[in-house]
C-alpha cells in the first residue's frame, strides 16, 4: 500500500520519562518499552519506524552536537521517509527546533517536534495525542501525492505552528507553547484544519542541502532597569564572542546613559556583531521610534524585528557557522530566509 514513511526521532524528553522511585525525578527511559503502549500507534494510516539517541536527554542538555546529530539523521534518512517527527523536551524546543529549520534548507517534507508536560505512561499524559496528531500531520499529502507541510513546525495541545516562531510560555499549562507574532499552521480539534496560506512555500526547487557548521560563540545580554557596567563589561574582555543579542525593552529601547552607549560602541569597535531583539514576546523592534533607540540605530546595530530570542540565537549560530561577511551580516540577518520574521 502506498502509505506515507514516518520517522520517529526520540532524543530524550518529559514524553518519554519514569520516575526514578529512589529519587522521585523524572528521568529518561527505553522509549522502545514505552511505544508498546501506544496499540493506537498501528492504527494511523502510515509505516513508522523508530530512531532513538543512545542516551535520551532531558532537554536542558541541549547542545549544538546534539542539532548535528538530528540534522544528520534526517539528512541520512531523507529520501526514504516521507515525514520525520522529533520528540524532544518542551524546555529548549524552541531553540533545536528553530536552529533545526535554519540548517535544513530546501525543505520539501515535514519536520515536526512535539513532546509532552507529562510522561507517555501517565494516566493523564498529554503525549498520546501531541505524538499521534504530530505523526498525523507530518503524513498529510497534497492532491499530487505530495507532503503538504514542507517546513520545520511544532506541535504542541492542538495547535502546529512554524517552529522558529515559537517561544515556550509555560511549565505548567498543557498549552506550553506560543507564536504570538504568527499564526498556527494547523489546528486539530474535530478535523485537523491546515491554514495552507500561513504555509511557508519555498519559491525554488532546489536540492535539499544540511549545514553543519554551528558556531556557539554569541551571548545574550538582557536589560533591566538598574543595570551596571561592571554587570556586563566582562564581554569586552571575552576573545571568544563573536555576536551578542541585546535584549531589550519594548520596541526596541534601551536606556540613553552615556556608559551604556560608550560600551556598546567598544563592543561594535571590537567586531562584536549585536543584534537588537526585544524582551516582549509579541510585537517588534523599531529602531528609531523612541529617542530610546536612535542611538541603536546610529550605531547600526541590527534590529531582530519580530524574531524571537530562540530564533535569533539559531540564526546567529547558523549564520556565524556559514562564515558570512562581517559586511553583509547585518543585510542577511535582516532578511527572512526561513520565515523567522517578518
Ligand atoms: N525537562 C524536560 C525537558 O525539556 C521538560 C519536558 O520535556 O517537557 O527535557
Not at 541603536?296 to 561577511?325: F, H, P, Q
Amino acid at each position: 500500500m502506498n502509505q506515507p514513511k514516518i520517522l520517529l526521532i526520540y532524543t530524550g524528553g518529559t514524553i518519554g520519562m519514569i520516575k526514578d522511585f529512589a529519587t522521585g525525578a523524572l528521568r529518561a527511559f527505553d522509549f522502545a518499552k514505552l511505544l508498546e503502549r501506544i496499540p493506537e500507534l498501528s492504527h494511523l494510516d502510515c509505516n513508522i519506524e523508530t530512531v532513538a539517541f543512545q542516551d535520551p536527554i532531558d532537554s536542558s542538555n541541549m547542545n549544538p552536537q546534539y542539532w548535528i546529530k538530528m540534522a544528520s539523521i534526517i539528512e541520512e534518512n531523507y529520501e526514504r521517509f516521507d515525514g520525520f517527527v522529533v520528540l524532544h523536551g518542551s524546555d529548549t524546543m524552541s531553540y533545536s527546533a528553530s536552529v533545526l529549520s535554519f540548517m535544513l534548507e530546501n525543505l520539501a517534507k515535514p519536520v515536526i517536534f512535539t513532546g509532552s508536560q507529562l510522561p507517555i505512561g501517565d494516566l493523564r499524559t498529554d503525549a498520546k495525542e501531541n505524538l499521534i496528531t504530530s505523526i498525523q500531520i507530518a503524513s498529510l499529502w497534497d492532491d499530487q501525492g505530495k507532503p503538504q507541510i514542507t517546513e520545520v513546525g511544532l506541535y504542541f495541545e492542538y495547535k502546529l505552528y512554524r517552529a522558529n516562531r515559537t517561544t515556550k510560555i509555560n511549565a505548567e499549562h498543557f498549552e506550553a507553547f506560543a507564536s504570538l507574532n504568527y499564526p498556527p499552521l494547523a489546528e486539530s480539534g474535530v478535523h485537523l484544519k491546515v491554514f495552507k496560506e500561513n504555509l511557508w512555500r519555498p519559491t525554488n526547487n532546489k536540492k535539499f542541502k544540511v549545514h553543519k557548521e554551528i558556531d556557539n560563540n554569541i551571548a545574550i545580554i538582557k536589560l533591566f532597569p538598574g543595570i551596571t557596567r561592571a554587570s556586563i563589561e566582562g564581554f569586552l574582555a571575552s576573545p571568544s564572542i563573536k555576536a551578542i543579542i541585546l535584549e531589550t525593552y519594548g520596541a526596541g529601547n534601551a536606556p540613553t546613559e552615556a556608559w551604556f552607549l560608550d560600551f556598546l560602541y567598544e563592543i561594535k569597535q571590537r567586531g562584536i556583531i549585536i543584534v537588537n531583539v526585544t524582551q516582549c514576546s509579541g510585537g517588534r523592534v523599531i529602531m528609531g521610534q523612541y529617542e530610546t533607540s536612535v542611538a541603536l540605530k546610529s550605531l547600526e546595530i541590527i534590529s531582530g524585528k519580530d524574531i524571537t530570542t530562540e530564533s535569533a540565537v539559531a540564526k546567529l549560530m547558523y549564520l556565524l557557522g556559514r562564515k558570512i561577511n562581517k559586511s553583509d551580516f547585518k543585510t542577511v540577518f535582516e532578511t527572512q530566509i526561513r520565515g523567522e520574521m517578518s
